[in-house]
T-cell receptor, first 112, second 114 residues
Framework: EPEVTQTPSHQVTQMGQEVILRCVPI?????FYWYRQILGQKVEFLVS????????KSEIFDDQFSVERPDGSNFTLKIRSTKLEDSAMYFC??????????FGPGTRLLVL | GESVGLHLPTLSVQEGDNSIINCAYS??????FIWYKQESGKGPQFIID?????DKRQGQRVTVLLNKTVKHLSLQIAATQPGDSAVYFC?????????????FGTGTLLAVQP
């Protein structure tokens, strides 16, 4: 069964460093998302992406965040200058025309 | 505003019993709802969904009930098994622009006792 995959599974970085989180959505999917989950809290929407552009972004998704679909398979989330409060699980999700979003296993980001 | 370090509601059941997990949603315009299961260290896993024009939908061992009058969802799991132990989230679909986004509930920890 096709799955959303994410790399790396864990990332430790120093405050102020740039990180790139990678996702490979399900191959025929058209809509792509990033969510995050701070430890012990609920999953929060960050950004949606369709037709090679951002469709919607939340207040969390400030100028330090960017997304890119550099080729036909990868979907990346970049944080330019990480802060302590960026420590969280980051989930990628994708869907086709139906509304069901399928989630990847997540990347655990720890900012020291 | 958001709470820091939310304390998850917990439902503890015996193996073989039925479980009912409840969720309140906030947006009257939400047109689609999903229940996700999240095991420790993993991403949310789709369980079952329901559109707003339905009251009930059944899957294998799971049933979702939707009460739009009081903006309430429930997930019923029949004959609960130890493998069902996880955090369960309801999510409401919000339409926005060309895409949709999911707004997740707080989550309920289901603990199945063997």
């Amino acid at each position: 069964e096709p799955e959303v995959t994410q790399t790396p599974s864990h990332q430790v970085t120093q405050m102020g460093q740039e990180v790139i989180l990678r996702c490979v959505p399900i191959s025929n999917h058209l809509y792509f998302y990033w969510y995050r989950q701070i430890l012990g809290q609920k999953v929060e929407f960050l950004v949606s992406f369709y037709n090679n552009e951002i469709s919607e972004k939340s207040e969390i998704f400030d100028d330090q965040f960017s997304v890119e679909r550099p080729d036909g398979s990868n979907f990346t989330l970049k944080i330019r200058s990480t802060k302590l409060e960026d420590s969280a699980m980051y989930f990628c999700a994708s869907r086709i025309q139906s509304m069901t979003q399928y989630f990847g296993p997540g990347t655990r980001l720890l900012v020291l | 505003g958001e709470s820091v370090g939310l304390h998850l509601p917990t439902l503890s059941v015996q193996e073989g019993d039925n479980s009912i997990i409840n969720c309140a949603y906030s947006n009257s315009a939400s047109d689609y709802f999903i229940w996700y299961k999240q095991e420790s260290g993993k991403g949310p896993q789709f369980i079952i969904d329901i559109r707003s024009n339905m009251d009930k939908r059944q899957g294998q061992r799971v049933t979702v009930l939707l009460n739009k009058t009081v903006k309430h969802l429930s997930l019923q799991i029949a004959a609960t098994q130890p493998g069902d132990s996880a955090v369960y989230f309801c999510a409401e679909n919000i339409r926005g622009g060309a895409t949709n986004k999911l707004i997740f509930g707080t989550g309920t920890l289901l603990a199945v006792q063997p």
